[in-house]
């Protein structure tokens, strides 16, 4: 069955880096544009970023425009997610989803903490 | 602010129908768009339920009840969930998006509550 498993998360200060990982099986990989979407604590979703099947196409939220980066390596099925100067208000669980004409499957989050 | 406007709440008795909207601001017409539905419960991530675009275009995710069902009013520039025979299982926050290009674009989710 179709598996996405995030990693990375954690607590950092305000203008750190992190990098989240995200291992996909259960599907072929290379045939998707994957994407990355956020929930900050109570509120709704967010869409963060996106990369095209082949990894060569990204797109970025105006919110993180910049700051973070999405990258894709097929021959390991992993989706990454580079994210610099961290802000307070990136704070959120972050979820690797696939897209809803690939089945619309979604992890289970990595939770992202930016506090001093 | 969420692209998309949909309800902060509803609620229905178990049994009775919910009619969930979606409404997209001006400049983005319905009409051009699958509306695509999802169904979040505490604590879990985000389960895809279904596309509408038209009658003749449309799907539900898998393992979704037909009891889910979409549609659009077009004159209202709305995309619409429609949930049958309700059950306490279906309570939970509702999320609509659409996917013009890259962004997707989501709505700021309805919390449903079956009384």
């Known amino acids: 069955q179709v598996q996405l498993v995030e990693s990375g998360g954690g607590v950092v200060q305000p203008g750190r880096s992190l990098r989240l990982s995200c291992v996909a099986s259960g599907f072929t990989f290379s045939d998707y544009g994957m994407h990355w979407v956020r929930q900050a604590p109570g509120k709704g979703l967010e869409w963060v970023a996106g990369i095209s099947y082949d990894g060569i196409n990204k797109y970025f939220a105006d919110s993180v425009k910049g700051r973070f980066t999405i990258s894709k390596d097929n021959s390991k099925n992993t989706l990454f997610l580079q994210m610099n100067s961290l802000k307070v208000e990136d704070t959120a669980v972050y979820y690797c989803a696939g897209p809803p004409t690939g089945g619309g499957y979604w992890g289970q989050g990595t939770l992202v903490t930016v506090s001093s | ?115």
């Open chain 2, 1 to 115: 602010q969420p692209v998309l406007t949909q309800p902060p709440s509803s609620s229905a008795s178990p049994g009775e129908s919910a009619r969930l909207t979606c409404t997209l601001p001006s400049d983005i017409n319905v009409r051009n768009y699958n509306i695509y539905w999802y169904q979040q419960k505490p604590g879990s991530p985000p389960r895809y339920l279904l596309y509408y675009n038209s009658d003749s275009d449309k799907g539900q995710g898998s393992g979704v009840p037909s009891r889910f069902s979409g549609s659009k009013d077009a004159s209202a520039n709305t995309g619409i969930l429609l949930i049958s025979g309700l059950q306490s299982e279906d309570e939970g926050d509702y999320y609509c998006m659409i996917w013009p290009n890259n962004p997707w674009l989501f709505g700021g989710g309805t919390k449903l509550t079956v009384l």
